[in-house]
Every structure is written in structure tokens, then in C-alpha cells.
């Protein structure tokens, strides 16, 4: 019945704010470890017989212990629980940069099989103009054949005609001989061409057009086994895990270390940071500049005076007399050389040439890109690639001022990128490289071209 009157405690504080056990009005100096209460001496002697009992104090003492060790537990789990947020939101920002450069080292490879594409489309092309020819000289051939013989026999029909209006004697003088060429001519008709000049277009056409085929399937079933295998990539590698271990060593993993990705030579480059292991020192040569052009005090900027030169007719041998084009002092040729410059202005010529480049003829014949001497990469409102005068027009335009040029001598590799946040792939060339290459820039107007010192 007591404990319907009061249900709540054995202690009651509201008299003399002291701890009183409610029912004997006695003081709460008796701990049951039993049932985890506080009780007086009377109650533990009443109700709680058998029990082990403590002291209040002795009791706190150990509980509080414990509670200690709780707090310290809890707030050890908290901060492993904070370093894992930081760990999280720090792998948000790889897994971002990290789709950055996939997509741009991804776009460098396509963009290379399509330029591949180009080219070789570029010698069907010539493959095409040269079937042309040959089938148009075959038929001006006959025709001129043709016309031979029409005229013969014009001239043969006009002396039957004759020969029909003359007299007895006159017609069978002639007859024999007139007869004996009709004959020869039947015997002999003019004979076509037994090939037909259609048939190489045709064969043409359907090479391209099963090659076509045949890259389309390829790239279908290629591109489905890149997802296939990201996917059961992605299954293995969390199979063996927990979540909170994976994530946890995808956190450790993906924090900055020390560079140790170039340990080889046969490895490409893929960051800036890769690049500017090979880069190069170079410096603008003066005595080779048209005289239209200011260079610097440095000699690593070169830019197109806004007023032409009206000095005195001193030239320098090396000097460009026609064009606004400069080399650099330095030839390439080590194995692997990497410089970057920045642009001002709309339209320029980023190249490379031997020292032999004609510097003083009026036609394309010293123009960058132009003859067998030079490569050049032309920016205005889109790239261009120039080499032997024939151009491969890019589909990129140009979004950054910075350009970075990456030789590779030996191997015979010449790739321009634009340098931002990441390295954005534009073009390769291939060629064998004979002798030093010199850096060489064309300059259009109002613009600018310095040399970065990396």
C-alpha cells in the first residue's frame, strides 16, 4: 500500500532538506547493490535482507569512475566520428578533381584517335584525288583516241561520197582501195576501255564503308566493357571490406603524398606537375627577329610594335626579313623537353624549326608550317596544326592564354596542350626528327608572347 502513496523514492527532502528515507524518516546512508538503490538502515534491514550493501560515498566514488570512462570513450568515438566527416568531405573533393583529370586524360586519348581518324581520312582523301586522275586521263585518253578516229572516218566517208558521183572508169580505179580501208576499219573498231573508271570509287566506297561498320561495333562493344569492369571492379574491391574500413583507407590513400609518379621514363606525363619535370630554359634570339618586333630586355618576351620600323637597313644574317616570326636561341633535342608560353592577343604561330628555315624569301617558302623545315600549331579563333603547307583544322577553340609544348626528340612526338587547372590535350604530331628544333613564334596584330619561367 506504501507504494501506491508514494511511488516515486524512499527519500524525502521537502522538511529539512536533508536525504530522509520517506517511511522511517531516517537518513539515506545505505546503498543495496543489489537493487541499485539508496535506503536507510531500517529499510535495508526490513526489505532488502541478503543483500550486499556499501556506502553511498564508496559507491559514487566507483560509479564515477566508470562515468568517466564513459565520457572519455564517448568523446574518443566522437572525434574518430569528426576525423571521419573531415576524411569524407576531403574525399569529396578528390573524387571532384579526380573526375576533373579523368575526363580531361580520357578526352586526350579520344582526341588522339580521332585526330588519328583525320589524318588517315586525310589519305583517303588522297587516295580518292589520285583515282580521280587516273580515270579522268584514262577517259581524256579515249576520247582523244575517238576523236582521231572520227575524223579519219569523216575524211573516208566524204571520198565515198565523192567516189560515188564520179564516172565508170574513175569509181572502179578507186573502188579497190577505197573498199580494202573500209574493211581494215571493221576489222579494227575502235576498242574502249575494258575497265570501268567507276569501279575504284565504288571499291573505295565500300571499303570505308565496312571499316565503318567495323568501328562502330568495336567502339559499342569496347565502351560497354569499360562499364562492365568498372562495375565488377568496383564490386571486388568492396567485397573483402566494411564500409567504414574502406572508406577509411580510400581517405588515407587519396591524401597528397610525395610525387612518385614519374619513376620511369616509359611512363607519359598526366599533371602539370609531371610536365615540368623535362621543362626547358629558352630564351628569344634578337638577331633573328623581324624588325616589326620589340623583344624584351630578358629576352623572354616578344611582342609586334604598334608603329613599323622606320630605321636604318641594318639586317642580321639570321634575321626574318618578310615575316613577323623570332626563334629562340636554344635547340631541342633531348630526349624529352617541356616549355610553356602565354598569348595576348587573337592570332598567333607557336612552332618549332630547324636553324635552316629560309628567312628571307618573299613566298610560304619561310613561313612556319609552310615546307618540311617547321611545324606549327596557328591559334586564332580555333587551332590549327601546319606542317609540309598542308593544315588539320582542330575543333577546339582556344579558352586559355597558356600553352604548353612537350618535345619528345628522340621518339618523334611533338603535343601541344592548353595549361590551366589541368593539362587539356589539343594535338600530336608525329615525325622524325633529324637535327635541333628551335622555338619560333609568328605574331598577328596587337599581340603579345612571352616565355614562362618555369
Same mark, same amino acid.
Given at each position: *500500500?506504501?507504494?501506491?502513496?508514494?511511488?516515486?523514492?524512499?527519500?524525502?527532502?521537502?522538511?529539512?532538506?536533508?536525504?530522509?528515507?520517506?517511511? %522511517?524518516?531516517? $537518513?539515506?546512508?545505505?546503498?543495496?547493490?543489489?537493487?541499485?538503490?539508496?535506503?536507510? #538502515?531500517?529499510?535495508?534491514?526490513?526489505?532488502?535482507?541478503? %543483500?550486499?550493501?556499501?556506502?553511498?560515498? #564508496?559507491?559514487?566514488?566507483?560509479?564515477?569512475?566508470?562515468?568517466?570512462? *564513459?565520457?572519455?570513450?564517448?568523446?574518443?568515438?566522437?572525434?574518430?566520428?569528426?576525423?571521419?566527416?573531415? /576524411?569524407?568531405?576531403?574525399?569529396?573533393?578528390?573524387?571532384?578533381?579526380?573526375?576533373?583529370?579523368?575526363?580531361?586524360?580520357?578526352?586526350?586519348?579520344?582526341? +588522339?584517335?580521332? /585526330?588519328?581518324?583525320?589524318?588517315?581520312? !586525310?589519305?583517303?582523301?588522297? @587516295?580518292?584525288?589520285?583515282?580521280?586522275?587516273?580515270?579522268?586521263?584514262?577517259?581524256?585518253?579515249?576520247?582523244?583516241?575517238?576523236?582521231?578516229?572520227?575524223?579519219?572516218?569523216?575524211?573516208?566517208?566524204?571520198? !565515198?561520197?565523192?567516189?560515188?558521183?564520179t564516172d565508170d572508169v574513175h569509181f572502179l580505179q578507186k573502188w579497190p582501195s577505197l573498199k580494202g580501208l573500209c574493211r581494215k576499219d571493221n576489222l579494227h573498231?575502235?576498242?574502249?576501255?575494258?575497265?570501268?573508271? @567507276?569501279?575504284?570509287?565504288?571499291?573505295?566506297?565500300?571499303?570505308?564503308?565496312?571499316?565503318?561498320?567495323?568501328?562502330?561495333?568495336?567502339?559499342?562493344?569496347?565502351?560497354?566493357?569499360?562499364?562492365?569492369?568498372?562495375?565488377?571492379?568496383?564490386?571486388?574491391?568492396?567485397?573483402?571490406?566494411?564500409?567504414?574500413?574502406?572508406?577509411?583507407?580510400?581517405?588515407?590513400? +587519396? @591524401? $597528397?603524398?610525395?610525387?612518385?609518379?614519374?619513376?620511369?621514363?616509359?611512363?607519359?606525363?598526366?599533371?602539370?606537375?609531371?610536365?615540368?619535370?623535362?621543362?626547358?630554359?629558352?630564351?628569344?634570339?634578337?638577331?633573328?627577329?623581324?624588325?616589326?618586333?620589340?623583344?624584351?630586355?630578358?629576352?623572354?618576351?616578344?611582342? &609586334? +610594335?604598334?608603329?613599323?620600323?622606320?630605321?636604318?637597313?641594318f639586317r642580321y644574317p639570321e634575321q626574318f626579313i618578310h615575316r613577323r616570326q623570332v626563334l629562340c636561341k636554344e635547340g631541342l633535342q633531348a630526349e624529352r623537353?617541356?616549355?610553356?608560353?602565354?598569348?595576348?592577343?587573337?592570332?598567333?604561330?607557336?612552332?618549332?624549326?630547324?636553324?635552316?628555315?629560309?628567312?628571307?624569301?618573299?613566298?610560304?617558302?619561310?613561313?612556319?608550317?609552310?615546307?618540311?623545315?617547321?611545324?606549327? &600549331?596557328?591559334?586564332?579563333?580555333?587551332?590549327?596544326?601546319?606542317?609540309?603547307?598542308?593544315?588539320?583544322?582542330?575543333?577546339?577553340?582556344?579558352?586559355?592564354?597558356?600553352?604548353?609544348?612537350?618535345?619528345?626528340?628522340?621518339?618523334?612526338? !611533338?603535343?601541344?596542350?592548353?595549361?590551366?587547372?589541368?593539362?587539356?590535350?589539343?594535338?600530336?604530331?608525329?615525325?622524325?626528327?633529324?637535327?635541333?628544333?628551335?622555338?619560333?613564334?609568328?605574331?598577328?596584330?596587337?599581340?603579345?608572347?612571352?616565355?614562362?619561367?618555369?
Amino acid at each position: *500500500m506504501n507504494t501506491l502513496k508514494r511511488p516515486r523514492s524512499c527519500t524525502d527532502t521537502s522538511t529539512s532538506g536533508s536525504a530522509l528515507c520517506w517511511k %522511517h524518516s531516517r $537518513p539515506l546512508d545505505v546503498y543495496c547493490c543489489t537493487d541499485e538503490k539508496v535506503i536507510c #538502515e531500517v529499510c535495508a534491514s526490513a526489505e532488502h535482507t541478503g %543483500h550486499t550493501f556499501g556506502l553511498p560515498k #564508496e559507491e559514487r566514488r566507483r560509479k564515477q569512475e566508470e562515468l568517466s570512462n *564513459m565520457q572519455t570513450k564517448s568523446r574518443r568515438l566522437l572525434q574518430k566520428q569528426e576525423k571521419k566527416q573531415k /576524411d569524407m568531405g576531403k574525399t569529396l573533393e578528390l573524387i571532384q578533381e579526380e573526375a576533373i583529370k579523368t575526363k580531361d586524360y580520357c578526352e586526350c586519348i579520344l582526341v +588522339s584517335v580521332i /585526330d588519328s581518324l583525320q589524318r588517315h581520312y !586525310l589519305s583517303v582523301k588522297q @587516295l580518292i584525288d589520285t583515282q580521280e586522275e587516273a580515270a579522268v586521263a584514262q577517259v581524256q585518253t579515249s576520247i582523244q583516241t575517238l576523236q582521231v578516229k572520227m575524223k579519219e572516218m569523216e575524211k573516208r566517208n566524204t571520198e !565515198l561520197d565523192h567516189l560515188a558521183e564520179t564516172d565508170d572508169v574513175h569509181f572502179l580505179q578507186k573502188w579497190p582501195s577505197l573498199k580494202g580501208l573500209c574493211r581494215k576499219d571493221n576489222l579494227h573498231p575502235f576498242q574502249e576501255t575494258s575497265e570501268d573508271p @567507276l569501279l575504284p570509287f565504288e571499291l573505295t566506297k565500300r571499303a570505308v564503308e565496312k571499316l565503318g561498320k567495323q568501328l562502330e561495333e568495336l567502339c559499342d562493344k569496347e565502351f560497354a566493357s569499360i562499364s562492365h569492369s568498372v562495375e565488377n571492379g568496383e564490386q571486388q574491391e568492396l567485397g573483402g571490406e566494411s564500409e567504414e574500413d574502406d572508406m577509411q583507407q580510400r581517405c588515407e590513400t +587519396s @591524401l $597528397p603524398v610525395a610525387d612518385n609518379t614519374l619513376t620511369h621514363q616509359d611512363v607519359e606525363p598526366k599533371t602539370r606537375a609531371d610536365f615540368l619535370r623535362y621543362a626547358c630554359g629558352l630564351s628569344l634570339d634578337p638577331s633573328t627577329a623581324h624588325e616589326d618586333l620589340v623583344i624584351s630586355a630578358e629576352d623572354k618576351e616578344v611582342r &609586334l +610594335s604598334p608603329q613599323p620600323f622606320r630605321g636604318p637597313a641594318f639586317r642580321y644574317p639570321e634575321q626574318f626579313i618578310h615575316r613577323r616570326q623570332v626563334l629562340c636561341k636554344e635547340g631541342l633535342q633531348a630526349e624529352r623537353s617541356y616549355y610553356e608560353i602565354e598569348v595576348k592577343g587573337n592570332k598567333v604561330e607557336i612552332a618549332l624549326a630547324y636553324k635552316g628555315i629560309d628567312r628571307k624569301s618573299r613566298t610560304t617558302l619561310s613561313a612556319f608550317g609552310a615546307t618540311a623545315k617547321s611545324w606549327s &600549331l596557328d591559334r586564332s579563333t580555333n587551332y590549327s596544326v601546319s606542317h609540309r603547307a598542308e593544315s588539320i583544322q582542330l575543333t577546339t577553340p582556344p579558352t586559355h592564354c597558356r600553352i604548353g609544348v612537350y618535345l619528345k626528340f628522340k621518339e618523334g612526338t !611533338l603535343s601541344f596542350y592548353e595549361v590551366s587547372d589541368s593539362m587539356k590535350f589539343l594535338y600530336t604530331v608525329e615525325a622524325e626528327f633529324t637535327e635541333p628544333l628551335y622555338p619560333g613564334f609568328w605574331l598577328g596584330e596587337k599581340c603579345c608572347i612571352k616565355i614562362c619561367d618555369l
